[in-house]
């Protein structure tokens, strides 16, 4: 029994060695940057910049110095600035960078999704690396946005709708539906979208045939279409944003 009891003792030992260590690797040599991601949205032509803020765990009576590196997964096409390191000044363990980025004809408002910038710390022996850095950008709406909302009946998977762009010999430039039954029953669907001035039409379509859900098309306190509610396979809305 005593034999058992020493191999306990040195077992349990090992787990707090271990733990301990794991511990101290957590909390020591670390240095991350704050929560992202974070948005930048860029007027036409214009630079904008995102400060960065950069943490570590511990303060130094002496400078350091960390390298940085863009992402390979990022999808940022326009022209941006990242600095090639980051200091963090002696008796503070918290530094800045300044990223900077230009907007020009690879960045456009009406990206389905923004492009994103992501920042890394390239790796250093000895030092422990936080979560990458992201940012979020979009080029700013030169017009008006404009929502569409949609409110299902009981069948919202028979319900689907289409944008078109009618200066254009009618262009279709977005679409939706149909929605998931039973989960968006009697639900309000909004798709918001920056529209230039000119001529749209909105097609509303019931698959069933016997309509149900009613839409409305909106920019702010703007009414463009009435509240519409289908009573065939398909209702149609002309509006013009001048």
């Known amino acids: 029994m005593k034999k058992y009891y020493k ?6 030992a090992v787990v707090m060695f271990n733990c301990e260590a794991d511990d101290e690797s957590k909390l020591s040599n670390y240095v991350g940057f704050e929560l992202s991601p974070t948005n930048l949205v860029l007027e ?35 022209t941006y600035s990242v600095p090639a390191t980051v200091t963090i000044p002696a008796n503070t363990n918290e530094g800045v960078i300044s990223v900077t980025v230009t907007d020009d004809e690879n960045l456009s408002f009406d ?11 390239t790796p ?4 422990a690396n936080g979560d990458s850095f992201s940012i979020n950008v979009t080029e700013a709406c030169p017009s008006i946005y404009v929502t569409l909302s949609i409110t299902t009946d009981d069948w919202p998977d028979e319900t689907s709708w289409e944008l078109f762009n009618l200066d254009s010999g009618q262009v279709s430039l977005y679409a939706g539906g149909p929605y998931v ?13 920056c529209l230039l001035p000119g001529t749209y039409g909105v097609v509303v379509f019931d698959s069933y045939g016997d309509g149900g859900s009613t839409y409305t098309v909106t920019s702010g306190s703007t009414v463009f279409v009435e509240p519409t509610t289908l009573t065939s396979a398909n209702s149609s809305s002309v509006f013009t944003i001048e």
């Not at 191999?7 to 349990?12: N, P, R």
Request: proline share 3%.
């Open 181 to 193: 039954n039973p989960d968006d029953d009697f639900t309000t669907i909004n798709n918001e979208w």
């Open 7 to 12: 191999y306990l003792a040195v077992l349990t």
């Open 111 to 121: 990206d389905a999704v923004a492009q994103v910038l992501t920042i890394d710390f």
């Open 124 to 127: 250093t022996a000895g030092v």
């Open 44 to 78: 036409q032509n214009s630079t904008g910049s995102v400060d960065v803020k950069v943490y570590a765990s511990e303060v130094s009576s002496s400078d350091r110095t960390f390298a940085l590196e863009v992402d390979p997964t990022s999808t940022l096409a326009t």
